[in-house]
């Protein structure tokens, strides 16, 4: 890293910044951070039916798919170099409850959809989502104590090492608790070393803020249940705080993590930047529903060039650290990146 007092630097005239901006050659010669296809991770949305392309409002241009149009447009994710996507599942509301039973459904949706791909799409990576909100009617992401308003975290995470395990068997290669529990990581990882799965990769989501950012995807899976103005404000980060988020990388780390993920990506790009000085490990970036629906609304305002402020809100997340990104634009990105 560089530090502002090694900076050795000329004087005007002598010295013009300018000079090195010129011109497209110069300027592309001394670029220092570049955006490929290899960055991108591509988050979908299964529903259950068949020949289903739903419309979310709220995200123009992303789509619920049914099984049968989700695993083409994965094979296309692949074809393009996209290495890894996300997928999510829209829950029935016939299939909520207080437990988030279905969620340990070994046909549930999202393990139907995890085969399917790895059936399909052998070659890209798969990373599956343990949290038990699109499965709970309440909306949280674990056991809701309803007498004391509470989210039980230990009872939570006995759950979320039997999901975790779920996907693993459907095919998920990269299991992402989204949960915010203390100690899943650990509890997950050691089940991983006993059941003889020690290929399994875990990416936490290590720093992740209660954000408002997260409207869109709540109103894309049906997950706002009722949780209320205080949200999930017990178990996800204070946007107020960053050296929580550095205890929690480190914590898990220590527990077994892979990979780590600050989420969302541009309020908080100063945490990727902490947690990859920090720690030098793969450190991903994760622009959410409301940060992608905002650059898509102010364009098709005509406020912004969104094309223009997606391609530079990416590589602003390259620029503070990030090894990849999770973002809804990752396909017409990987598109336009061929293109060009
Ligand atoms: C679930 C989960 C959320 C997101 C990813 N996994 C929502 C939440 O915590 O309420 C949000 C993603 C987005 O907004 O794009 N634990």
Known sequence: MSRPGSIVTGAYPMTRPRRLRQAAWSRNLVAETHLTVHDLIWPLFVVEGRQQQQEIS?????????????????????SLGI???AVFP????SLKNPAGSEALNP???INRAIRAIRQTVPEIGIMGDVALDPYTSHGHDGLFDEPSGRVLNDATVKVLVEMALGLVKAGCTVLAPSDMMDGRIGAIRQRLEAEGLDQVLILSYAVKYASGFYGPFR???????NLGKSGKQTYQMDPANSDEALREVALDLQEGADMVMVKPAMPYLDLVRRVKDQFAVPTLAYQVSGEYAMLKAA????????????MESLLGCKRAGADAILTYAALEIAERLKGN
Do not use: C, E, F, H
């Open 83 to 85: 290495p890894m996507v």
């Open 107 to 109: 046909d549930n949706l």
């Open 58 to 78: 709220s995200l123009p241009g992303v789509y619920r798919w049914s099984l049968d149009l989700l695993v083409p447009q994965v094979a296309k994710a692949a």
């Open 90 to 93: 829209v829950v029935d509301p």
């Open 219 to 225: 109103t894309a899976i049906g997950s706002a249940g």
């Open 299 to 310: 364009g098709q305002m005509g406020w912004l060039d969104y094309d223009r402020v997606m």
